[in-house]
Nanobody, 128 residues
Framework: QVQVVNSGGGLVQSGGSLRLSCTAS????????TGWFRQAPGKAREAVSC????????YYADSVKGRFTISRDNAKNTVYLQMDNLKPEDTAAYYC?????????????????????WGQGTQVTVSS
């Protein structure tokens, strides 16, 4: 049974850090691209970052470049999103999804429909 679990969210002050985890069971993340999306109340869903397992290519939204880092630990079948220098505007529910590597390009990584399996989400709240 395929399952994706998100964890690591919480409440942090502006300028603080959090690390989100995306762990899969039933399949290996090292064969798929993994992306992070977020959605704040009343706002559109936003692609945050993606890592392609076949060659390690990473993508980031402009709003998080230089602050967030996506990485992968194949031994733990987990993808991480390290979030540093958090801002109140980063407050949202964060979700990870997985997709076939070959579908991930600079023109597709940010498309929600490109991903097949999703975690349940984890809340990140940044106070000012």
């Amino acid at each position: 049974q395929v399952q994706v679990v998100n964890s690591g969210g919480g409440l942090v002050q502006s300028g603080g850090s959090l690390r989100l985890s995306c762990t899969a069971s039933g399949y290996s993340l090292d064969r798929y691209a993994t992306g992070w999306f977020r959605q704040a109340p009343g706002k559109a869903r936003e692609a945050v970052s993606c890592i392609v397992s076949s060659d390690g290519t990473t993508y980031y939204a402009d709003s998080v470049k230089g602050r967030f880092t996506i990485s992968r630990d194949n031994a733990k079948n987990t993808v991480y999103l390290q979030m540093d220098n958090l801002k109140p505007e980063d407050t949202a529910a964060y979700y990870c999804g997985t997709a076939p590597n070959m579908g991930m390009t600079p023109s597709t990584w940010y498309l929600y429909r490109a991903y097949d399996y999703w975690g349940q989400g984890t809340q990140v709240t940044v106070s000012s």
